[in-house]
């Protein structure tokens, strides 16, 4: 059974493109969460989405990032025209989605956004 | 709102030595609390977890944690370091809705 698979792995873009991160979550999973890790900090949450819907973005930073996870494909992070700032890793998560319940999230190996 | 602390950066034991590193949480109620591993370049492993029930609980790798309602605690244990244990470790909380709030991180360094 795999796991989180984000791809890139590594990404590196220019002041003002775009980055677009991808997850896939694990099998049987329909619940996905984008955490984003500055230099020297902790994971901090972005947006919770399951299939089609966004269920919570209240750590989405309110322009230029945008996160859909649509009804088949993966999850999509994107960033419009990049700073420096957005320098990170983001780490994608899916968890089974039981709303009566906690559910554990596991954890995707994260993709590593560079802007030069 | 939730909120988690840990207030040593970086630890540094020697291989064999017993480890505790701390985590201190906020939240208005009971919460649900976690310790991942991040190895460089990785992403993050569960070590433990704690739901409810016994205050102390066991995970992977050797490591436990006791939550202590009354300190607002989570401190993580282990009693024998391995060099293999060299990496970051980081608390989490939540109150059940799913979003994780994580602490800053303590970076652990073994010596041989």
């Known amino acids: 059974n795999a796991g989180v698979m984000q791809n890139p792995r590594h990404l590196v873009r220019r002041r003002g493109q775009e980055a677009r991160l991808r997850c896939s979550p694990m099998k049987g999973h329909s619940h996905v969460y984008w955490y984003r890790q500055l230099p020297e900090e902790g994971l901090k949450f972005m947006v919770y989405?399951?299939?089609?819907?966004?269920?919570?973005e209240s750590g989405m930073p309110k322009e230029r990032f945008s996160a859909e996870f649509p009804k088949e494909g993966p999850s999509i992070l994107r960033i419009q025209q990049v700073v420096r700032g957005d320098s990170a890793a983001y780490f994608c998560?899916?968890?089974?989605?039981?709303?009566?319940?906690?559910?554990?999230?596991?954890f995707g190996p994260g993709t590593r956004l560079t802007v030069l | 709102a939730q909120s988690v602390t840990q207030p040593d950066i970086h630890i540094t034991v020697s291989e064999g030595a017993s480890l505790e590193l701390r985590c201190n949480y906020s939240y208005g109620a009971t919460p649900y609390l976690f310790w991942y591993v991040q190895s460089p370049g990785q992403g993050l492993q569960l070590l433990l977890k704690y739901f409810s029930g016994d205050t102390l609980v066991q995970g992977i790798k050797g490591f436990e944690a006791e939550f202590k309602r009354s300190q607002s605690s989570f401190n993580l244990r282990k009693p024998s370091v391995h060099w293999s244990d060299a990496a970051e470790y980081f608390c989490a909380v939540t109150g059940g809705g799913n979003k994780l709030t994580f602490g800053t991180g303590t970076q652990l360094k073994v010596e041989l």
């Open positions: 989405l399951q299939k089609e819907n966004i269920i919570d």
């Open positions: 998560a899916s968890s089974p989605g039981q709303p009566s319940s906690y559910n554990e999230q596991f």
